[in-house]
């Protein structure tokens, strides 16, 4: 059974940092594209971040861009985010997302986690 399972989110003070971790199981990822999205309450999902297999191309929104470093570690089979200079606007719950394609930002994706809370508080 294939599982991706978020964690590192929580509360946080404008300004402020976290680092949320996608653990990834039941296949090996290592060829896939993967990803970060996010959705607050009452707004639609939205693609935050997405890197390729080997980690050396990666794509942001323009909302988080110079803020948020996407990056995995295909060793351990994980994903990371880093994300830094938080701000309200950007409390949401976190999912992470993999697809065989570079086709994330599209919001297509064949496996998705079931997402960590983040909020901003200001």
């Known amino acids: 059974q294939v599982q991706l399972v978020e964690s590192g989110g929580g509360l946080v003070q404008a300004g402020g940092s976290l680092r949320l971790s996608c653990a990834a199981s039941?296949?090996?990822?290592?060829?896939?594209?993967m990803g970060w999205f996010r959705q607050a309450p009452g707004k639609e999902r939205e693609f935050v971040a997405e890197?390729?297999?080997?980690?050396?191309?990666?794509r942001y929104a323009d909302s988080v861009k110079g803020r948020f470093t996407i990056s995995r570690d295909n060793t351990k089979n994980t994903l990371y985010l880093q994300m830094n200079s938080l701000q309200p606007e950007d409390t949401a719950v976190y999912s992470c997302?993999?697809?065989?394609?570079?086709?994330?930002?599209?919001?297509?994706?064949?496996?998705w986690g079931q997402g960590t809370q983040v909020t901003v508080s200001s």
């Open positions: 890197v390729e297999w080997s980690g050396a191309r990666s």
């Open positions: 039941g296949r090996s990822f290592i060829s896939w594209t």
């Open positions: 997302a993999a697809g065989p394609l570079w086709t994330l930002s599209s919001g297509v994706a064949d496996y």
